[in-house]
Structures are given as C-alpha cells and as structure tokens.
C-alpha cells in the first residue's frame, strides 16, 4: 500500500487533537460507487476485512468491531436495503468520535462529541437512514452535522448531500474532519456541502430536497422543513416533548384532488428515543430551542 504525507488544514489540526485521525493517507483504490465489500452478514467477517485493506486501506481492529456491530443492526432490521449495508459498511466511524472513544467507536450507543452534543448511536443511524431510502442522485439535506458521521454515511448512498450545523466551532471542526479525509482519499466527501446556520430554516437556495434527516428533537415538524421537501420526499425527524421524541417518518404526497397530504408514521412504534435539543439562534447566540 502506497503511503504519502498530507498537510492538514488549521481546522483539521484542531480535530485531529481531540478526533481519532490517523496522520497518512490511507485509501489505496479510488472510490467507485458500483465496488461494494461482502455484505453476507452470516460471514465471519474475514472477506470484508480483506476487501477493506486492499480497498480502503483501514485498520483490520476497527473493522472487526465494525462487522460485529454490522451483525447486530442486520439482525434487528435496522438497515434496510443493500444500499444502506453497503453505506454502513463503508463509513470509518471511528473517524468522527473523540479520541478518548475510540474503544466504543462501534457501541450501540451515543458518545459524547463535546459542545455538549452527541454523535448518535450506530443502529439509530442505520435505522432513520433506511427509512429515507436514499437512492443515487438523490438530494439529501441533513439537519444537525454534529459529529460529521451522519453525512459521511449519506454520502456513499448519493452523490448530492447538504447539512447544517448551528454551533459554528463545531461545524468548523467537522469541515476539518472532512477535508482531511478527502486528503487521504475519500473522495465520496467532496460531495458534502456543510454549513453553520439555523437548520430550522432549511437551505433554502440548495432545495428542494428528495430526503431530509433531522437529528436533533423538537415538539413540531418545521414549516420550513416541510416546504423544502419535494412532493414524494420523505423526512425522518425526531418529534416530542424534550428528552422524550419519538423518530417520525414524514411523507409528502400529492392527493389525486391536487392536495398535498402529509402521512406521518413511528419508526420505533411508539418507543420514545431521546435527542440533543432542536436549538435556536438570536442574533449570534444559540438561545433556547424552537418548541411551542
Ligand atoms: C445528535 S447530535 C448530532 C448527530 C450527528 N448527525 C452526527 O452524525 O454526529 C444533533 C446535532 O444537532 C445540532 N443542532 C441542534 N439544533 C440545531 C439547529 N437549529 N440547526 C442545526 N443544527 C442543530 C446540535 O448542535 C448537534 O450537533
């Protein structure tokens, strides 16, 4: 494996601090959306392994812990297609948490990413981005980058992805994160566009979008959010009272009439899945959250 020297950015020198970043480039093989690992979750898990080392150039310890957790999201029906085992498959996770974490990189859990928010944990995000079935060429607009994991993930199932963090350190941060990937060879991204804004409001110039994911919770799907979301869209929006949402899947159909209906439905039946609070900003400063 042909490894080079990168020079990092001062965003990205600032979360290779704290980020558990390697300092070389890694992947050996351009990225090719048609190339996808052994997805046999039956397997031991050894294919995979080899197929990521020739391919990707990771280490053979973080993707043993991520086929285990792989394992465990197949068999409670938290990824969908093969698209979204393909996509979990190939997203380094233990790129996007705090060094401090790197052991529980692949925990069913969420992990602290500092700024007081969290990345979530691995099956909630298999789940929520089945439920978008995101197909190649689609628009994706996510709102909360956190941690940049999310993204990343949406990024080996399309090609068009936008996402919005509001605290701005933390979306430079994550930039850092980004490009310091696309440094070491993981061109799929390039195709992320981020921005440090108030993701209530959407990203109006970049809409409509095919698909929206929202990660942090809130008591009522944003008007914004909905109008930014194309007839036939599909939404997933964590929506309830503070600590206690329950993960929505919002459609956005045309009634034979002409009218647009909304159909919502519970991706955990009824479960309550708690999250980092829907924030607001006022003037500069994030204030409060957006609930009624
Ligand atoms: C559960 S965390 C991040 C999960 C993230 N998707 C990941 O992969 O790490 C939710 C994120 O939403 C962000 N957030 C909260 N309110 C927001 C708003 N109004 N606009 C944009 N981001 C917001 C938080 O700052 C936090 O980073």
Excluded at 7 to 22: D, F, I, K, Q, T
Excluded at 126 to 132: D, L, Q, W
Aim: hydrophobic share 40%; charged share 25%.
């Amino acid at each position: 494996m042909q490894r080079r020297k990168f020079v990092m950015g001062s965003a990205a020198v600032l979360g290779a601090a704290v980020l558990g970043r390697g300092a070389w480039a890694s992947v050996p093989k351009p990225y090719r959306w048609d190339a996808a690992p052994p997805i046999d979750s039956a397997a031991d898990g050894a294919d995979y392994v080899k197929w990521m080392v020739e391919n990707r150039g990771e280490s053979p310890k973080y993707l043993g812990m991520r086929w285990k957790r792989y394992q465990v999201l197949v068999k409670n029906k938290d990824l969908w297609r093969d698209a979204d085992k393909r996509a979990f498959l190939l997203v380094p996770r233990e790129e996007f948490t705090l060094k401090r974490n790197l052991a529980r990189a692949y925990d069913n859990a969420f992990l602290d990413i500092g700024y007081g928010v969290t990345i979530s944990g691995p099956h909630l995000v298999g789940r929520m981005t089945s439920a978008i079935d995101v197909k190649f060429g689609e628009k994706v607009l996510e709102v909360g980058t956190g941690s940049g994991y999310q993204s990343a993930y949406l990024a080996n199932l399309t090609d068009k992805v936008w996402t919005v963090e509001i605290i701005k350190p933390l979306a430079g941060r994550t930039r850092g994160v980004y490009d310091d990937l696309i440094a070491r060879g993981y061109s799929e991204f390039k195709s992320i566009k981020t921005k440090s804004a108030d993701g209530y409001y959407g990203w109006e110039e970049a809409g409509p979008f095919d698909k929206i994911i929202v990660t942090c919770g809130i008591d009522h799907v944003p008007p914004p959010l909905l109008q930014q979301l194309k007839v036939g869209g599909i939404m997933v929006i964590p929506v309830g009272p503070p600590g206690a949402q329950r993960v929505l899947r919002v459609v956005k159909e045309k009634a034979p009439d002409g009218s647009i209906t909304i159909t919502r439905s519970d991706l955990y039946n009824g479960r309550i899945v708690p999250f980092v609070p829907f924030t607001k900003i006022e003037g500069d400063v994030i204030k409060g959250t957006h609930n009624k």
